[in-house]
């Protein structure tokens, strides 16, 4: 079982930037995939960012690409979304998320990561 605790949400102006963090409590940290979803209000989930178990591979949503960066640290079982030039349109529910590369990008199917923390709002006034 793997346990994910977000934090870092807030409210800020649109152009302003916010750092999430995940912290996992598991012995097996650096085997996982990490990511981030959100659900903004009346919309469904969606995937903001995937970072692999060495950061080899990363992948960005197109909406937030070039303004958001997925980093890990594996000494310190901990992800992070730096999240810059924000805008109204990224308020939302934010998700860490955990499980292997396919099942967290949706690569064979729908995303469907096993282990899901408890989210963290983020809200962007204009």
């Known amino acids: 079982q793997v346990q994910l605790v977000e934090s870092g949400g807030g409210l800020v102006q649109a152009g302003g930037s916010l750092r999430l963090s995940c912290a996992a409590s598991?012995?097996?940290?650096?085997?996982?995939?990490m990511g981030w979803f959100r659900q903004p209000p009346g919309k469904e989930r969606e995937l903001v960012a995937a970072?692999?178990?060495?950061?080899?591979?990363?992948y960005y949503a197109d909406s937030v690409s070039g303004r958001f960066t997925i980093s890990r640290d594996n000494a310190k079982n901990t992800v992070y979304l730096e999240m810059n030039s924000l805008r109204p349109e990224d308020t939302a529910v934010y998700y860490c998320?955990?499980?292997?590369?396919?099942?967290?990008?949706?690569?064979?199917?729908?995303?469907?990561?096993?282990?899901w923390g408890q989210g963290t709002q983020v809200t962007v006034s204009s």
């Open positions: 598991t012995h097996t940290f650096n085997s996982f995939t």
């Open positions: 998320v955990a499980d292997k590369w396919n099942s967290v990008v949706g690569a064979l199917g729908p995303p469907d990561p096993v282990y």
């Open positions: 970072i692999s178990w060495s950061g080899g591979s990363i």
